[in-house]
């Protein structure tokens, strides 16, 4: 009798969570207009090859540029590291890391959609530990990069045609 009833409510939280629209972290499905898709930009990169993954994982197919389909141009890919705070010794102690990038989306027919993700994190500067210091320099743009390919996806699942 009681696991009829967890059983029961088990099933009723689950229809009013799919009933609300509720989807899992990295469930993105994309409109169907954007099924197939043509992705532009540096192919050679790192940040190209996150993007496409995360767009194939979410549904799209990735077609040549001139098959019709709504092209993805992403530009301006940047990385840039300021000092955030010195010490007495006007010796950087800390560093604030920003990643950019621009996107545009052009749908046959339609306008051209602009799009901007940018992140910033900070980083402190071990100058006795240089080689620990530079790796964390590494794993946090490539942080930057995976949030940045993931913010383009969910972007481009809440456009509505």
């Known amino acids: 009798m009681f696991t009829s009833i967890k059983a ?3 099933v009723l939280l689950t229809l009013l969570l799919v ?8 469930g993105e499905n994309l409109a169907p207009e954007l ?8 192919d050679k990169s790192q940040f190209y090859r996150l993007v496409a993954a995360r767009l194939q994982r979410a ?6 540029p001139g098959s019709g389909a709504p092209i993805l141009s992403i530009t301006g890919v940047g990385l840039s ?6 010490n007495s010794q006007v010796a950087a102690l800390e560093y604030a890391s920003r990643f950019g990038t621009r996107f ?9 959609q602009v799009f901007n993700v940018t992140f910033n994190r900070s980083f402190l500067d071990k100058s006795a530990q240089a080689l620990a210091s530079s790796r964390e320099q ?3 743009h490539e942080q930057m990069e995976r949030e940045a390919a ?4 969910r972007q481009l699942n809440r456009l509505s045609f």
Request: net charge negative.
């Open 35 to 42: 099924r197939q898709l043509a992705l532009v930009g540096d």
């Open 59 to 64: 549904g799209a197919v990735l077609v040549s």
């Open 150 to 153: 993931e913010q383009i996806v």
């Open 8 to 10: 029961t409510a088990l």
């Open 19 to 26: 009933g609300c629209g509720f989807q899992l972290r990295g």
């Open 138 to 140: 590494k794993q946090l």
């Open 104 to 112: 545009t989306l052009d749908m046959p027919d339609e306008s051209r």
């Open 81 to 86: 590291n300021t000092v955030a705070s010195v």
